[in-house]
């Protein structure tokens, strides 16, 4: 057998610099996070030559009696796991997931309701120049001054226009997402609720944030954020079930289980990537062991120590700090763009990323804040002490982040401090 080195030597050094990036520096974005070996493993496995378009027992192709088996341990983990009657883990991510589901319970042009990206908001969520506000006529809310969302704003909103859907759950908020005020607006006006809890699904199983499970009529998630399972997707509802091969007897929410299945294929994809199921399938395990409860606790533990950390140097924090997993930091008052501070921190081996805060006067690509998050430095083993040591980091680092020297000693300390806890001891590609 033939090793990548040996075959492609020069991938396999890029693969290499990745490696040593992920292990030298602090990754600080909140969608990130780093997999077992067992999640990498399953991944890399023979499932990627495999077609199965279809559902297990009801494919188009012949031979998969494996995949089927793998597919159903998936759907069984991620219903247990979650509380749900129905799972469908075929989407290939977070955006043809959404993307499913509005093509599952609306026509072009109804109206759905989901929060600015500017807000916090997903671009699947209903943006303009994405899908979601491109065939669907969206309605957007926002957040409060203090970056709370807007629950005034969303309910005379719903009332006005009468979204057949709403779509709550972001990218860049860093409260508690109260689904019962949520569900309660969309009841008003006869609404879908879709909870996208992509970026809390590991918190919501580690009992750190409310489930809305029993609340919203559908649930997407990523897999592979604070939930540290592979790229992927999960839908996630209650319902009955009709025969998949024909149209529910009728479009409803008591069959969304069928509509949600037939929108996922022959809607929109064509055969899943089983090797990502069967990773999906040992995140999900790994997800429903006792130690995932501590290290969500811890991830939450942890994000409000770097942000009591950042408030000792005046850092703004949008909502004043943190119940989950992550800070959105408002660099006005520093006087320093989002995007240059992105650019000083990730030279001092901080990767963050830049991102706009409620009410940005300034654009995304040029925001006034920066996003970070503390599931990966969770997962190396990280607590609060070392959080302390990640704020000071930030707070020398955008105290002069033209300074080359300060950046070049911070990175030598951040590489140090990485070096006490190793993501893959014994993995390389060379
Ligand atoms: C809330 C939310 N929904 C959906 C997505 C889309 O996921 P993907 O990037 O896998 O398409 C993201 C990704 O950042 C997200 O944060």
Redesign the pocket.
Known sequence: MMYLSQTDPELAQLIQRELVREQEGLELIP?ENIVSRAVLEALGSVGTNKYSEGYPGKRYYGGCEAVDAVENLARDRAKALFGVTHANVQP???????QAVCFALLNPGDTLMGMHLYAG?????GLELNFSGTYYHSVQYTARQDGYIDINEMRALAQEHKPKLIIV???AYPRIYEWTLYKEIADEVGAYLLA????VAGLIVGGQHPTPVGIADVI???T??TLRGP???MILCNGEESDYLKPPPEKSRKYLPTMIDRAIIPGLQGGPHNHQTAAIAVALHEAAQPEFKEYAEQIVINAKALADSLLQYDFHLVTGGTDNHLLLVDLTNKGIPGKVAEKALVDAGLTVNKNTVPHDPRKPYDPSGIRLGTPTLTTRGMKKEEMKKVGQYINRVLSAPDDARVIETVRQEVKDLCAQFPIYPDLSYL
């Open positions: 969608s290939h991510s977070g955006s043809p997931a959404n908001g997903h671009m699947t969520h759950g972001g990218t996208d809890i992509s970026h997407t998630t990523t592979h954020k790229r992927g997707a």
